[in-house]
């Protein structure tokens, strides 16, 4: 089966074609990120009218690459929730379009499932049920994966996402956006130790997160820094607060895993790049005998090919969607 995937929930116009949902033939992706980066944040109708000129070269790049024409596609697998409403509608009306016009199965993704599915293509030789630890700009989800589209929830966060909280540390910093990256780089030449930021576990028995008391707390001692016209070390900042998000969701990940019976951990979204995460959580699981996984970092942020290997799986599964599919801003994990 050859899917052609489409993903614009947030500030990355991206298609893809994979065979058999894991062998990525090709995945663009245009990055709306420099657009954006003078507001600090994602504009939503700056995204929108982005997406409108971007995809249709994006999905013909995407044959190209492929060599493939539309006839090679079987079916369409489009993102239709969660993001941005505007955004998500230019994918989703692009995609009905292409399966109104070449009569091909239209299938409705999850972006959240896309996000885990990256790690089917990462590793060919993942199999369901595993623990998956989502942290991504919008979204952070501690979950049992039961098997290929059946999820169930444990923790989620109360407040803030992780990259939203990376994001908002590196803008309080005015180091740029998406500050994830830029704090994660910083990190490596500070001192994660120098500064005591809380680790916030709330109540003993939650997989629940919280991060907007850590950021909070980081911006107290900023202003209070500014106030004494005292220096900020940016790199120290940023190395302390890194570990602080990373020790709490290492050591909620490992307790599901334990609890719940698992030997593996799978780590999906845009902060599962960051490499304090990755390298905290390959140590911690060393010592408890459970197998770490997380995809290329190419494959961690927004792109198609995920969205495709999410389809497929839907699609063998029995899911297609007619012309009536709509653009759900708030769609849920485990939600289709
Ligand atoms: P969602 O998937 O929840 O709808 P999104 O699509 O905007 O949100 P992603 O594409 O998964 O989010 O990831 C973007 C987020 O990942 C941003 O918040 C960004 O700062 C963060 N991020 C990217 N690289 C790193 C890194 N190396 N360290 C920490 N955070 C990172
Ligand atoms: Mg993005
Ligand atoms: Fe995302």
């Known amino acids: 089966i050859i899917t052609l995937a489409i993903e614009s929930s947030c500030d990355e116009t991206s298609a893809a074609i994979l ?99 990256a790690n089917f293509i990462q590793d060919k030789e993942l199999e369901p049920p595993f623990i998956c630890l989502i942290v991504s700009g919008g979204h952070t989800h501690l979950a049992e994966v039961k098997d290929y589209g059946k999820y169930e929830i444990l923790g989620r966060t109360r407040d803030d996402a992780a990259g939203e909280a990376f994001d908002k540390i590196a803008r309080a910093m005015k180091l740029g956006y998406p500050g994830g990256p830029i704090i994660d780089r910083l990190s490596k030449m500070g001192d994660k130790d120098s500064i005591k930021f809380p680790r916030i576990y709330l109540e003993n028995d939650s997989y629940d997160f919280s991060f907007s008391g850590l950021k909070s707390s980081v911006l107290n001692y900023l202003n209070a820094k500014k106030m004494k016209n005292e220096d900020i070390v940016v790199e120290d900042v940023a190395a302390s607060f890194q570990q602080s998000v990373v020790e709490v969701l290492t050591s909620k990940a490992i307790k599901a895993a334990k609890e719940k019976g698992y030997d593996k951990i799978v780590l999906a979204g845009g902060v599962a790049a960051n490499s304090g995460l990755r390298e905290m959580l390959v140590t911690e699981c060393k010592s408890h005998n459970i197998d770490v996984k997380y995809p290329s970092l190419d494959l961690c942020t927004d792109n198609a090919a995920m969205i495709g290997c999410a389809a497929y799986y839907d699609y063998i599964n029995g899911k297609v969607d007619d012309l009536s599919l709509n653009a759900v801003p708030n769609l849920k994990l485990g939600q289709k």
């Open 19 to 117: 065979k058999n949902g894991r062998d990525v033939i090709s995945n663009i992706v245009a990055t709306q990120i420099d657009l954006h980066k003078k507001f600090g944040g994602v504009v939503p109708e700056v995204a929108s009218r982005k997406h409108v000129e971007s995809i249709d070269a994006v999905i013909q790049s995407a044959l190209d690459e492929a060599n493939m024409t539309f006839d090679d596609i079987d079916i369409i697998g489009v993102t239709h929730g969660p993001g941005l409403v505007g955004a998500l509608l230019v994918g989703l009306s692009t995609a009905k379009a292409l399966s109104f016009a070449l009569n091909k199965p239209l299938v409705g993704v999850n972006h959240i499932e896309g996000h885990i599915s």
